[in-house]
Structure formats: C-alpha cells, structure tokens
C-alpha cells in the first residue's frame, strides 16, 4: 500500500547495527525486520514503477527542516529519544520530532533525484 500509493518513498538506510546498542529500540527494530522492510519497498517500487530512495540517516533528527541548525551545535544539547517535541533555538518554530525528521528525510530523497 505505501508503494502502490505513492510516486516516491523515501527511508532511511538501514543502520540497526548502530540502532541495536540502544536497548529501548533494539526490541522494536528486531520485530519489525527492518532489513525487510526495505527489501519489500525496493522489490514493490520496481513492480508498480515507483521511486524508492533511501537517505543516509546522519542528522535528520537533529536538523531543524525550516532554517537547517543542527543540535547539538553552539551550545546546544542533542535531542535524546525522550525529546519528542522540541523548538528550534534559532527559528523558534515548533517541531514534533518524527515530523520533522520524516520532513528532512524527503528533502534529502528528492535531492537525490536531482
Ligand atoms: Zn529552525
């Protein structure tokens, strides 16, 4: 359904090793087989003719989608798993965290097609 109903997709890559030392997220992401996950999204997107693109994940938490700061620079904090609404110290604009990631992740998808 989210390759038959959309032109594009966009994840991010897959990078469980990493997600796997954290304990709280271990669990979900070994039930979830996000390996899979992505291997069905690439075979489907090739099937119904879509875009498929993955993104490398490196900061689309941490960056503020309306004007591009990046926690954790200056003096600020990085966002912890349990920050899940913030506002940005230099454009003050409200984020609720997966948003504003899913945000930056289809920014850096359309990118690549270009
Ligand atoms: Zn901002």
């Known amino acids: 359904t989210l390759?038959?109903?959309h032109d594009l997709v966009v994840t991010e890559e897959l990078r469980s090793?990493?997600?796997l030392k954290n304990h709280a997220l271990a669990m979900s992401?070994?039930?979830v087989g996000w390996r899979t996950f992505l291997?069905?999204?690439t075979y489907k997107a090739e099937l119904y003719g879509r875009q498929f693109?993955?993104?490398n994940p490196k900061n689309t938490t941490q960056t503020c989608h309306d004007c591009g700061f990046v926690r954790g620079t200056g003096s600020t904090k990085k966002l912890t798993l349990a920050d899940r609404e913030w506002t940005c110290p230099k454009c003050h604009v409200h984020h609720?965290?997966?948003h504003n990631a899913a945000q930056n992740i289809l920014t850096k998808g359309i990118a690549k097609l270009a």
Do not use: C, Q
Request: cysteine-free.
């Open 3 to 5: 390759i038959k109903n």
């Open 96 to 98: 609720i965290r997966d």
């Open 53 to 55: 693109i993955t993104v």
């Open 17 to 19: 090793k990493n997600m």
């Open 39 to 41: 291997e069905m999204l």
């Open 29 to 31: 992401i070994a039930d």
